[in-house]
């Protein structure tokens, strides 16, 4: 079924500072992201001229994957041609007479008949799967109509998080690597409909595409070559730029613009820009006993290597009292600071420690400590019992 429009592009402007809007403006997706086919342009001006239809409403629409049209609506009455057949004389080369042409919405007859088809548009009403059949019932083509509100207005789909944020990124290290999820609305939960990533300033080069299977995304151009796939809870994506090099500096943002739809028809768009070091929280570090007075810990395997030029900060906690059922008694409480450039690294424990607790952070950058790691100092059985025996002398 052919509308104007083709696949998504990338295109961004990456400003001075990141003080730019994380989303793109309607008119900008359908500027930058399409590739107008002049021919189809020229057919829908005649026939908003022929039906005498108002196109103001949708304010604008293009097409986000092949026979999937999105239509920009700001909530007032409108109404949308579609086609069947892409030009009116491949009704006559196919044999069919115009109005034998049958349509339906989500399997629903409709009196439209035709190869053109209005679709009514009220709100966020008008999305739905629309299917055109020959006389017989023959199924000759089909749009699925998705509907994308004014951005103005409140989101719908997804909510927000403790960072007052609606996804939120983490990587392990600087290989290039990371992942972004989200939470659903508990009355809307849906399923991720486009991905695009890419770094800012490689919008006007940038080409996105899907594969088959509609669960992996490519975007590429001549600095980036992202992937990424949804999480099999579908509330999260994992992606790799596979020409990012963690020894060079990272002069340009990622930005990563997750298109999230409902069964409703209902579409909408969330997006996110940063540098990974902005992002990275390592895993937890491997920590264990030398003897009762000391510990060593190494750093993270996932963490890059040299250790002297991908240095860590650690945070050490020692802890005298506390549950010895707690899965993690770790608090940052009266916790010291120390950068350690080597693998392994040995603290002193003091006296009458119970536990100590270390975690570590990027020791160049502002970014998050990882999660706690801890370890038992326990005294050895015949002490316990020297000490039990010695109380009731």
Known sequence: MQTVGTYVQATRQRPTAPTAPCWESPEAVQENLAQPRQMKLFVFSIMCAF?????????????????????????????????????????????????????????????????????RLLESLGGGNYTCHSGDGSLLNYTEVLIRQDETKRKRILVKNKQDDYLKCSTQNYNGEFHCSWTWHRSRVGKAAFIKAQRVLDDHNSHCSMDPSRHQWMCSSAQSNFSCSVDDSGSGISCLDQQHCPYAEERQQIHVTVFVRTDGYLLESYSKRFYLSEIV??????????NKTVVEWSYPSSWNRPSSYFPLTFQISQ??????????????????????????????????????????????CDSQWSEWTHVRMKRGRKTRKRMHHQKYI
């Open 51 to 119: 039906l005498q239809v108002s196109c103001q409403n949708p304010r604008s629409h293009w097409t986000l994957l092949p026979n999937v049209l999105v239509m920009e609506v700001d909530g007032t009455l409108g109404q949308q041609p579609i086609s069947c057949l892409e030009m009116p004389e491949d009704v006559v080369r196919r044999g069919y007479h115009s109005q034998d042409i049958i349509w339906k919405k989500n399997g629903i007859k409709d009196t439209q008949r035709g190869n053109l088809y209005l679709v």
């Open 281 to 290: 929280k390592p895993d937890k570090v491997r920590l264990g006993k030398v």
């Open 319 to 364: 802890l005298r009292g506390g549950c010895r059922k707690c899965e993690n008694p770790c608090t940052d409480l009266n916790a010291s600071k120390t950068v350690c450039s080597t693998e392994y690294c040995q603290f002193e424990v003091k006296h009458r420690v119970k536990a100590v607790c270390v975690r570590a952070k990027d020791a160049l």
